[in-house]
T-cell receptor
Framework: AQSVTQLDSHVSVSEGTPVLLRCNYS??????LFWYVQHPNKGLQLLLK??????LVKGINGFEAEFKKSETSFHLTKPSAHMSDAAEYFC???????????????FGQGTILTVHP | DGGITQSPKYLFRKEGQNVTLSCEQN?????MYWYRQDPGQGLRLIYY???????QKGDIAEGYSVSREKKESFPLTVTSAQKNPTAFYLC?????????????FGPGTRLTVL
């Protein structure tokens, strides 16, 4: 069975300092990995995704994530936090078998990012 | 302007009543999904549909029903059999087939049972 673990339920940073949101997954197959962001009472917006191309993935709003197969990790980083980054972030995994994805996603529990002025 | 719309944004229901949540997409996506979100639990899959007139149960389908009569529409009915329906409901869609597994989400409907 596939699973995703976000290692921190809450992360608090000061504006202008780096952000690190941690995610580990378990899988017997080659995964696709995503990070989504959700602002209060809004839908989920795709930040970035990994689909077995480059291991360092760049996303929107200055975020990036590195896929490390040996560590089964896909941590999300940003060099300098902005107040508008305050939101909930979800690490998500999808598994493709036989060359076809039927699109079943497994979500992490979410990490709430707080940014202090 | 392409996207996914959900209505209403907020919905209140009395216990024992059925209620239907709307989800419409104009992205020409084949597959559509319904998720339920509760605080601290991430998203859980209720139902999904890969093509018109076909749908499958997800992980928490009990107390819910869906239909897929048109490619653009995938309404979700929360029935009186759903024991704890108060939650945030999210609809998503994606292009079906191959390795294209990115899902795009609507803005959500918050359902409160009074």
């Amino acid at each position: 069975a596939q699973s995703v673990t976000q290692l921190d339920s809450h992360v608090s940073v000061s504006e202008g300092t780096p952000v690190l949101l941690r995610c580990n997954y378990s899988s017997s197959y080659s995964p696709s990995l995503f990070w989504y962001v959700q602002h209060p009472n809004k839908g989920l917006q795709l930040l970035l995704k990994y689909t077995s191309a480059a291991t360092l993935v760049k996303g929107i709003n200055g975020f990036e994530a590195e896929f490390k197969k040996s560590e089964t990790s896909f941590h999300l980083t940003k060099p300098s936090a902005h107040m508008s980054d305050a939101a909930e972030y979800f690490c998500v995994v999808s598994f493709v078998t036989g060359g076809t994805s039927y699109g079943k996603l497994t979500f992490g529990q979410g990490t709430i990012l707080t940014v202090h002025p | 302007d392409g996207g996914i719309t959900q209505s209403p944004k907020y919905l209140f229901r009395k216990e024992g009543q059925n209620v239907t949540l709307s989800c419409e997409q104009n992205l020409n996506h084949d597959a559509m999904y319904w998720y339920r979100q509760d605080p601290g639990q991430g998203l859980r899959l209720i139902y999904y549909s890969q093509i018109v007139n076909d749908f499958q149960k997800g992980d928490i389908a009990e107390g819910y029903s869906v239909s897929r009569e048109k490619k653009e529409s995938f309404p979700l009915t929360v029935t009186s059999a759903q024991k704890n329906p108060t939650a945030f409901y999210l609809c998503a869609s994606r292009i079906s087939g191959g390795r294209t597994d990115t899902q795009y989400f609507g803005p959500g409907t918050r359902l409160t049972v009074l």
